[in-house]
């Protein structure tokens, strides 16, 4: 499958829990499909574990309110296409890791956290601006399709 295939995929997943659950909140989704998550003092960004037959995920204390949305996001695609795969989330790596699973997680947190409405409304801003609007980082706007 080749690499825009499987973003566009990415899209129709994102779409699909959206509509399934009506929110675009990635700790909702996560609630709704059994995810745990918790929130401490982890030594990186976030986490993605899968453990004895139950999905974590473990977001840093330390993020903003911004971040750890975006981490949630990002984490809760690890949950979902690559449920047994143990996967860490740092921000001066991730964003610019050209890891195929890292790409694919950052498109899923890109599309749950920016909805193609507030681009077309705000067609012809900055990406600067669509981020600030968004209220994600500036870099996840590069993973927006």
Request: hydrophobic content about 40%.
């Amino acid at each position: 499958m080749s690499t825009n295939t499987r973003l566009l995929d990415i899209k129709h997943l994102v779409a699909y829990y959206i509509n399934k659950f009506h929110t675009r909140n990635p700790f909702e989704i996560a609630d709704y499909l059994g995810i745990i998550y918790q929130i401490g003092d982890i030594g990186c960004d976030g986490c993605y574990m899968y453990l004895k037959k139950h999905r974590y995920i473990f977001l840093s204390q330390d993020l903003n309110d911004q971040m750890l949305r975006v981490v949630m996001a990002h984490e809760l695609e690890h949950a979902i296409l690559h449920r047994r795969e143990n996967c860490y989330f740092i921000r001066h790596e991730t964003f610019l890791s050209n890891s195929k699973i890292e790409k694919e997680a950052n498109c899923f947190a890109a599309e749950l956290l920016i909805s193609d409405s507030l681009c077309k409304e705000y067609e012809g801003f900055t990406m600067e601006n669509l981020a600030a609007i968004a209220e994600v980082p500036v870099k996840l706007m590069d993973f927006k399709r």
